[in-house]
């Protein structure tokens, strides 16, 4: 109540100058946590050094330190630009229905059981962080109607740090993790990962990478997948499989989903989550997809309705572009052909830049054996450098990686080699 002979005007004024007179909603709101890598972005953002060096990124950078385009997919876009043939129109909520079964057959193959038996789904996303979160409001879903999935999720030990978010936002809270990457061995600690999966409680779902782990990018070999395959089956637990950045790790489609199809012809249900937007370089187009394998195609209606709710209550419909452009090419082999070519230059060059940096080290006498670089594939690589090192290469080398040590390989080119060299040498030869 305002006072006798006070005007609303005033009251409005008194309040913070707000002229409404009233505190904004999200006054009280909870500050969230900022997150390392954001703190890093800011940092980077703010350094004016015209030496400094961004190895943080997540896109694919070409020698000349710019996000590359493919010549196949730039070609591609001014075709589809031009076609009358094609009109503006949304998709239905499972997105452009031959851009499913394509993404479909490059992770499983042209001759999956599961698909010859009708009883796999596939549904568009926007972008691969939105096929993880249609994956984990489907657990949720059956979680709801179902007793036997309890929870938890186990992620690896280290990964993405915007995975376990994705499930909470979900309404999965319970988030495990289980050992992964060895900082000392400077690679995959297979025992350790296995003890935590048979402590698993029984319908656990399990998040692997199928290829290009993140942030490691050291992935499991064929006979380790088939080890943790069978420990799946026995153990009843639910895998949810990472496929970020098909055929960038090995340069090859089939071997980089192998884990998949292997999974699938075990006859193991599983869920799926694929991405598009690096391997055609669709950064502003992001193009996802989500599958979901299933034992018998007697449930596929009842996924797909379930699915279809979740869809129309996240974003409805994808958007068309991107998957359009994907489409064309995997559904044509010339193009298909002429498309993995420039994709194996560019893993030929993450793989040189590897071992060339390798070599650089081992010419500088940096302490530690760095075999591991060499080991790992993708785009991204985790170096074994610890939080003091990293700290050091961005303030006083103004190097920049991600805070766990992971940079993205992509990022170095003829003009910074021998400065990221030299300065990763000084990070662990300096006394701090």
Not at 123 to 148: I, K, N, Y
């Amino acid at each position: 109540m305002s006072r006798p002979g006070s005007s609303p005007h005033e009251k409005g004024v008194r309040q913070n100058g707000d002229p409404g007179g009233h505190l904004s909603v999200f006054t009280n709101t909870i500050n969230a946590a900022v997150s390392p890598e954001t703190r890093l972005l800011s940092a980077l953002a703010k350094d004016t050094q015209a030496r400094k060096v961004d190895l943080a990124g997540r896109e694919y950078y070409s020698e000349e330190g710019r996000t590359f385009e493919l010549r196949l997919v730039g070609k591609i876009k001014q075709q589809l630009s031009a076609d009358p043939t094609l009109h503006p129109e949304y998709p239905s909520s499972f997105g452009v229905r031959e851009f499913t079964r394509q993404a479909t057959k490059v992770a499983l193959g042209k001759h999956s059981r599961a698909i010859v038996e009708n009883r796999v789904l596939g549904v568009q996303t926007p972008g691969f962080t939105a096929a993880v979160r249609l994956g984990a409001e489907l657990l949720r879903c059956w979680h709801d109607v179902s007793a036997d999935w309890c929870g938890p999720i186990y992620l690896s030990s280290p990964c993405d740090d915007s995975l376990a978010g994705i499930f909470q936002a979900a309404g999965i809270q319970e988030i495990c993790e289980y050992h992964y990457w060895d900082d000392k061995k400077r690679g995959i600690c297979l025992e350790r990962l296995l003890e935590d999966l048979e402590r698993a409680p029984e319908h656990s779902v399990v998040v692997l990478s199928a290829s290009a782990h993140y942030p490691t990018g050291a992935d499991l070999s064929q006979s380790q997948w088939a080890v943790i395959t069978r420990l799946i089956m026995r153990r009843r637990l639910f895998p949810f499989l990472l496929l970020p950045t098909q055929v960038l790790c090995c340069g090859d489609l089939e071997r980089d989903a192998w884990a998949v199809q292997y999974c699938a012809s075990q006859g193991v249900e599983l869920l799926c989550a694929q991405s598009f937007s690096h391997c055609f370089g669709l950064y502003g187009e992001a193009v996802g997809h989500l599958l979901c394998i299933l034992k018998q195609n007697s449930i596929l209606l009842s996924v797909q309705s379930h699915a279809d709710k979740i869809v129309r209550s996240l974003w409805a419909r994808p958007s068309v572009g991107g998957a359009h452009i994907v489409t064309t090419v995997l559904s044509n082999s010339a193009h298909l052909v002429e498309w993995q070519g420039e994709v194996k230059h560019i893993v030929e060059r993450c793989m040189l830049i590897r071992a060339i940096l390798r070599e650089k080290l081992r010419l500088l006498g940096t302490p530690g054996c760095w075999n591991h670089l060499t080991q790992q594939g993708g785009l991204f690589c985790h170096t074994g450098l610890n939080g003091e090192q990293v700290e050091f290469l961005s303030n006083r080398r103004h190097v920049y990686l991600l805070p766990g040590g992971c940079l993205n390989v992509s990022a170095i080119n003829g003009r910074n080699l021998d400065y990221i060299a030299e300065s990763i040498h000084l990070a662990l030869t300096t006394t701090l």
